[in-house]
């Protein structure tokens, strides 16, 4: 039998598979893990036993998405997991021809009393599986990621030699691309190859590209070894590249046991890396036992969140905002405390940054906004006078969700006035999609939601921000208030941007206030409202009911400094200065 044949026939079978496939756009349907539709003909044309697991879990879990794709599709499980509504990604999945097919793949969470997630499959094209032999990569002719994985895991089974693995990223190769052209970047990519080639050991040591423009090293030798090979390599390039805005930076993490796979050690690099990039100080960083801890804190928070929101760990607590002169509240900033049952209360600098990037946030936001209005609606049938409470909006809520929606349907729900609600947003959610974050911002206050802007004043887009967004306040960030103002100049940009600020008829709330001086400083400079330490740490909810509406001062260190700065005329002080 002649083996060209059997390769057409191969071929030809995999295309007609793929064209039947590509006919139409094959849906497939899903809750929690269990499938509740599957497309026959997906069932018919794609490797994989469909069972009753979801379609996305027979991919990962039979060996049908390609092993480089893999790591895609493990972040859209952990996305569906977080609850983001709509997510597209392509993938090259497995037919049973055994070429694999590029499928644009689309998953969407659908509302209603039963939420469960449609899949959409299209397939884009088809591609024969890649001969074991060929295992260098096209551009750069050094190891592609698997080979060298393979090769890195033969080296580090000799026990008797220390390796240190070393992640090398060109931090500006994207840049260079859009400036310079691709053969710009393909040249650049070539010459750190060729660099890297004649630095190593043959044999002793292995040399991969793992996508894009990471390369990976297994240097034999120590931690000294490895930074002198950083470093030399940086100074190298500095001085051959030409490509002076085509900085290195440098992940590494060394052996100790020689029993852990390379793709854990390329990981672990890969978080030291991190820590390094966009630095104009370091561009070179150890794995050690600080990182290691910072890691595993994100695994166990991130194993931990989903069952804390469902067991009512998060808890709303509410930090005062007073008239600085009388000490009266005027409002309330909503904030998220994460009370766990074993480990007491964890702060949320150590939560709120990992659920902003791996999406959980907007379920932990949305459980807030719940609780506030919940709230507000209990102090109004208590006979109180609600003061607005403001919540914060993140940048992904803007991009994934319909803002207007659903803060309607909450006031809605729970019968409250649309200006008891403050939406804070902070500038990194302006960066992305511009336009359309002001046609929402234009809705929500169109509809009676105030607008705040949060942390103004240490982003370079502030001002224009302030004069193309329909706030209605902002909030002066802590710098402002606790650094700026020790120095002279630091007084005169605090005070011209309080007048800024008024001039352009905004609510002006300092934030950060911790001592009687700040508060007289900015009284004096015509801003009247201030949130912060000062005068009272977030609470619980219903002991700032206590003290806000029942006047319960069981807290005297709290109100002390109140007390003390009600009795002084600061305005009088101020007139007569």
Known sequence: MNPHNDQRALTQASSNAAKRAAAQTLIFLWKDEQAMFTAPELRAEFAGHYDRRAPLLVWSQDQVVHPDDQGRLSDCLQKLACGIPYIEANFRLKMRTGAYALCACTFTLTEGKIPQHIGTLRVKGTQQIPRPE???????????????????????????????????TVCALKQINQKQGFARG????????????RTLLPGAESLGRMDGNDFAVCLL????????????????????????????????????????????????????????????????????????????????????????LKNDEFKLYLQPKVLIDTGQVVGAEALARWLHPKDGMIMPDRFVPLFESNGFILKLDDYIWEETCKTLRRWIDNGYEPVPISVNVSRLHFTNTDLLRTFRFLTEKYQLPHHLLELEVTETAFIPG??????????LRKAGFALSMDDF???????????????????LDRVFVQGECASDRGRIVAKNTIKLAKELKLQIVAEGVESEEQAQFLLENDCHIAQGFYYARPMPAKMFEESSFLRLKTDLNRYQALKKLRAMPLKLKACQS
């Not at 240490?458 to 902002?474: C, M, Q, W």
């Open 134 to 168: 060929i295992h260098r990569d096209p551009l750069t002719g050094v190891l592609t990621a698997r080979a060298f994985f393979a090769a890195t895991d033969k080296l580090l089974a000799q026990k008797d030699r220390q390796y240190c693995l070393i992640r090398c």
């Open 186 to 197: 393909d040249h650049l990519l070539k010459l750190i190859a060729r660099f890297l080639r």
């Open 457 to 475: 004043g240490i982003g370079y887009s502030s001002l224009s921000s302030l004069r193309d967004l329909p706030f209605t306040a902002v909030k």
């Open 434 to 443: 511009w336009q359309e974050l002001l046609r929402k911002m234009r809705l």
């Open 221 to 308: 030798g120590g931690p000294k070894r490895a930074l002198h090979f950083a470093q030399s390599l940086s100074r190298l390039f500095e001085n051959k590249s030409r490509h002076r805005h085509a900085d290195l930076c440098f992940g590494i993490c060394t052996a100790s046991q020689n029993t852990t796979p390379a793709y854990l050690l390329y990981d672990w690099a890969t978080v030291a890396l991190e820590t390094v990039k966009g630095s104009d100080v370091h561009n070179v960083a150890f794995y050690d036992d600080q990182l290691k801890k910072l890691e595993q804190d994100k695994v166990y928070i991130t194993s931990h969140m989903a069952c804390a």
